[in-house]
């Protein structure tokens, strides 16, 4: 299993310029979440979803929207680009149920984004 | 809502010593605390977790604490190595058990194990 992975890796963009990140994960997971991680601020939660064809806000959502039209993939597009959403984008997978260790979140190995 | 205080936000210790990290919460009905751990240009990934109804967890080298009342809890790590240098991050959910499992993460600690 390949668990969590994040497309792409790197990229920079321009102010109001748009972009899509794709997080997929393999294990069959029900919840997928999106973080930001900036300097000094640990990890926030952007959106997530509880499953296929459902997405909510979570504490940092402003400038940020989501899909989750399969189970496997969740989708967080930036419309309009601004500098302040220069960050590390983090992606999770987890399941809500089942043996003591369920509520582990799976992280992916992250995309930096840089907005000029 | 929840809000996750870590301190410290560096720690360098001698291989062999001991790190204690300390995390404190805001919200009582917070009942999940995990700790994950943060390797240079890695995802973070879970290395121990206590819920609300345990006091202290061990898994070999690493232990957590939980003091309800306090509302704060705490990552021990003995004999600490140079792998164990990374970035750790304490969070609290109110949802375990429940629908969403939200984190709320602590603002990161940076440990070095000086060899």
């Known amino acids: 299993n390949a668990g969590v992975t994040q497309t792409p890796k790197f990229r920079v963009l321009k102010t109001g310029q748009s972009m899509t990140l794709l997080c997929a994960q393999d294990m069959n997971h029900e919840y997928m979440y999106w973080y930001r991680q900036d300097p000094g601020m640990g990890l926030r939660l952007i959106h997530y979803?509880?499953?296929?064809?459902?997405?909510a806000k979570g504490e940092v959502p402003d400038g940020y929207n989501v899909s989750r039209l399969k189970k496997q993939n969740f989708l967080l597009g930036l419309e309009s680009a601004a500098p302040s959403q220069t960050s590390v984008y983090f992606c999770?997978?987890?399941?809500?149920?089942?043996?003591?260790?369920?509520?582990?979140?799976?992280f992916g190995p992250g995309t930096r984004l840089t907005v000029t | 809502g929840e809000n996750v205080e870590q301190h410290p936000s560096t720690l360098s210790v001698q291989e062999g010593d001991s790190a204690v990290i300390k995390c404190t919460y805001s919200?009582?009905?917070?009942?999940?605390f995990p700790w994950y751990k943060q390797e240079l240009g890695k995802g973070p990934q879970l290395i121990i977790d206590?819920?609300?109804?345990?006091g202290e967890k061990k898994d070999q080298r690493i232990a957590v604490t939980l003091n309800k009342t306090a509302k704060h809890f705490s990552l021990h790590i003995t004999e600490t190595q140079p792998e164990d240098s990374a970035v750790y991050f304490c969070?609290?959910?109110?949802?375990?058990?429940?629908?969403?499992?939200?984190?709320?993460f602590g603002t990161g600690t940076l440990l070095a194990v000086q060899p």
């Open positions: 999770a997978s987890s399941n809500p149920w089942g043996q003591t260790a369920a509520y582990e979140q799976y």
């Open positions: 969070a609290a959910s109110m949802n375990y058990g429940g629908a969403t499992n939200k984190l709320i």
């Open positions: 979803s509880v499953g296929e064809g459902t997405t």
């Open positions: 919200d009582s009905a917070s009942n999940y």
């Open positions: 206590i819920r609300s109804n345990v």
